[in-house]
């Protein structure tokens, strides 16, 4: 089993920042590709970001992409993501997941409970 608890979440202007992170614990978090993905109200969840646990290898949603930023430290065993140029289109809950089912962009074996942003104009 592995527990994800992601934090960082907050209210932010347009074109501001915000940096979530997601930490894990049980068994070993580092070894596990780590996805974030949102979900706003009244819509389906959607894929934001990907990283996998051996390259450093990344993916992005074209919504995000040269905006949002996904690393890791697999020594503290935290997933990142550095939010830039908000829109108050990325008004969100963001979970982080870990350990694809399948497809990268699609569902994972273990979830956060997620965290609330919130991009006012």
Known sequence: QVQLVESGGGLVQAGGSLSLSCAGSGRTFSKYDVGWFRQAPGKEREFVAFITW??????????????????????????????????????????????????????????????????SS
Do not use: H
């Not at 503290?76 to 497809?103: H, I, R």
């Not at 997620?114 to 991009?119: D, E, F, I």
């Open 54 to 119: 051996s390259t450093g290898s990344t993916a992005y949603a074209d919504s995000v992409k040269g905006r949002f930023t996904i690393s890791r430290d697999n020594a503290k065993e935290t997933v990142y993501l550095q939010m830039n140029s908000l829109k108050p289109e990325d008004t969100a809950v963001y979970y982080c997941a870990a350990e694809p089912k399948g497809y990268y962009y699609a569902d994972y074996n273990y979830w956060g409970q997620g965290t609330q942003v919130t991009v």
